[in-house]
């Protein structure tokens, strides 16, 4: 069974690595991101931006998973930002009170000079 | 009163299937995108919920999808959730404030809460029905 | 064997809303976007027969959507559209080849039929069933 | 109730004008089609190209709508063409004979410079 999450990295100058996500994350793609995030960390990687543009939906254990991740962010004394969100999205973020622990920008752009 | 119910399986991203359809008839009443798009992560994380939680043994979820108002000016959706699952006691499950650290899990409800415009959950050992609301 | 059905009314355009049903568990299954469009265009020429032609008096159209083999291999769709209309009889209807000069109407059932991979209608005084079968 | 067709039309060189269709046509689809189509003749245009980039779907109802503006166009001595179809309307299309009354383009430049 499909619609997976497909997602694409891209190194940036510096630390900074950003991964696009392309479609629903639920449990598995959740994981999916969280694997290619300790990759990059691994790698050397302390700052990482997910870019959303192109997931139009997420639900709440897709997003526990993204917790995980900045968890591990702070331990290690790296950041984790987001951005490109649906409105709909970015609310359900501050929901679960996301936005206290990982910024959130409009666009990549804003968010590269801000991370960078 | 126009209405669709669904009857579908409990089985993984079945979620999303349950949410186009509501998206869908969103689409038909002429729901902004943006309300559309809360009313499909109320319907994914109410699906979830019955799936993950409730313990059924008919690993069915029941969808109503009610269009609100005259079929010439429709005021919105109400959406029931349903599950014959074993239930919970929905005071004992705390919907919390905004947490003060990050919190994993307990999110779902909360999430139903603030993206509706209102939402009833009654539960009880035949199951959980969660009815919520958006205006259009 | 993993099955949706869904209770919609006889309304305008309420066809697209099952039409978007259907294609989003197209997209559960992994179908291609072609076959998804066929699927759906299928769909809506067989739901609008059924509000336009029926004369049921309870305005409702039933949808099956069955997954067909197995989950982690899913084969395709069988789609089920059924009304509680008068009937018709099918030898009576003739799903002619193509026209020889513009025929405006007449062409939902070829259009079914051209479509989908396999179709059975069934038709009598108590309504109307059509099976279409569309693989992966 | 809504999910409305969006028409926009463009007067071309000489005789020529393009619809752009965006949505669903359905019943009430054809018919805004149509009177679009009809006023576009009495401006004394006599060749009309319909480009459903923006339609992924149609009913048969809708097309045969379609249909009496191809027979209104046969009877004026004009042409009414397509372009721009996904596979799945262009093999409606087909399945209902139109394609023998109309041409059908991959791109609205082709249409235009076989219209023109
Ligand atoms: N349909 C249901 N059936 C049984 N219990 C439920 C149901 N929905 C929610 N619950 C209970 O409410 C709790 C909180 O749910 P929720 O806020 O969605 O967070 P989470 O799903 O992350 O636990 C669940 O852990 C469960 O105990
Ligand atoms: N669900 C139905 N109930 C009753 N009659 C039907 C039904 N579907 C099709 N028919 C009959 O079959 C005929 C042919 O249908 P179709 O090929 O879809 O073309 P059209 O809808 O343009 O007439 C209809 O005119 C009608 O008499």
Request: glycine share 8%.
């Amino acid at each position: 069974m499909t619609e997976t999450l497909k997602l694409t990295v891209e190194s940036k100058t510096g630390d900074v690595a950003v991964i696009y996500t392309d479609g629903y994350i639920n449990n598995q793609g959740g994981e999916e991101i969280a694997r290619v995030a300790y990759e990059l960390i691994d790698s050397g990687h302390k700052k990482l931006l997910l870019n959303l543009a192109k997931t139009k939906i997420v639900n709440s254990i897709g997003i526990s998973i993204l917790i995980e991740i900045i968890e591990k962010m702070l331990e290690i004394d790296g950041r984790l930002a987001f951005c490109s969100l649906t409105p709909t999205i970015e609310k359900t973020f501050n929901i679960m009170g996301l936005t206290q622990y990982a910024a959130i920008y409009s666009d990549e752009e804003t968010a590269l000079s801000n991370l960078g | 009163m126009q209405q669709i119910t669904l009857t579908l399986p409990m089985i993984r991203d079945m979620e999303l299937t349950a949410s186009k359809t509501a998206g869908a008839l969103g689409e038909h009443i002429g729901m902004s995108r943006d309300k559309i798009d809360e009313v499909r992560m109320a319907v994914v994380e109410a699906c979830i919920n019955a799936f993950e939680h409730s313990g059924a043994r008919k690993r069915e979820v029941h969808m109503r999808l009610l269009v609100l108002g005259e079929d010439a000016d429709p005021r919105g959706l109400e959406i029931t959730i349903q599950d014959k699952g074993t239930g919970f006691s929905h005071t004992e499950v705390v919907v919390s404030k905004k947490p003060t650290e990050p919190q994993k899990r307990g999110h779902g409800l909360r999430i139903i809460h603030g993206l509706m415009d209102d939402v009833e959950i009654q539960s009880d050992s035949d199951g959980t029905t969660v009815t919520m609301t958006k205006l259009r």
